[in-house]
């Protein structure tokens, strides 16, 4: 009788240690996620202020900098170390949700060509340029809209002047730069990057009303 208590008290006893040591393992799982949790909303909360200045002394490599494989070119034209235009297309492949261009004159192939990538991502790619350099030499517009981007033109004698780009409705890029080989290569221009949430609501809310606008049906 007395050894069938203690075996009973034994198992007893067994399974208290399990369920401790099952329930301090418990404990330590949930507080780890917890700290990954922390940690990577802290990182995509992280503020961004920084500015790009052009021109850059050579055109970056877009394979290189994100392109799925990089680049594996030895005779590559491009240049692999970064610069500003790397960092504009890091800005640009971060785009998750939406893309939202309002920049007077796209001639860049390499810039629209990310559009055109995103857009083949189901990332939401709009576009506002200015209605007289839809046609010039080089203009990247029509390439665009044949891949399906829809592209919203002022309609004046006026020029929209504006050069911003908003990623995710969330990080701004605004400044003098406009999308073309010159302002990489040639020209002294700043793009300010930015996600102040109170700034980019401004922004955010000029798009929508520009996009408006310049709705075909509205003009
Ligand atoms: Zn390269």
Redesign the pocket.
């Known amino acids: 009788m007395t050894s069938r208590w203690i075996k009973v008290g034994g198992v007893a006893l067994a399974c208290g240690v399990v369920s401790e040591i099952v329930y301090f393992l418990y404990k330590r799982f949930r507080k780890r996620r917890w700290q990954y949790q922390d940690q990577s909303e802290s990182e995509s909360r992280k503020e961004i202020e920084e500015v790009l200045f052009f021109p850059d002394s050579q055109v970056a490599?877009k394979?290189?900098f994100i392109g799925e494989y990089g680049?594996d070119?030895r005779n590559?034209r491009?240049t692999?170390i970064p610069n500003s235009l790397s960092r504009l297309y890091e800005f640009i492949a971060s785009a998750e949700k939406s893309l939202d261009v309002c920049v007077f004159v796209i001639c860049c192939a390499e810039l629209a060509d990310m559009l055109v990538e995103a857009q083949r991502k189901n990332i939401k790619v709009r576009v506002i340029c200015d209605d007289e350099q839809v046609d010039i030499t080089g203009s990247q517009i029509w390439k665009l809209r044949k891949e399906g981007i829809n592209v919203r033109t002022d309609s004046s004698s006026y020029l929209m002047h504006h050069k911003f780009l908003i990623v995710d409705g969330s990080l701004l890029l605004n400044g003098s730069f406009n999308w073309t080989r010159q302002a990489i290569s040639g020209n002294q221009e700043n793009l300010m990057a930015l996600n102040n949430g109170r700034i980019v609501t401004l922004y955010r809310a000029e798009f929508e009303k520009l996009w408006n606008k310049f709705n075909p049906r509205n003009q």
């Open positions: 490599c394979n290189y680049c070119n590559c491009f692999h």
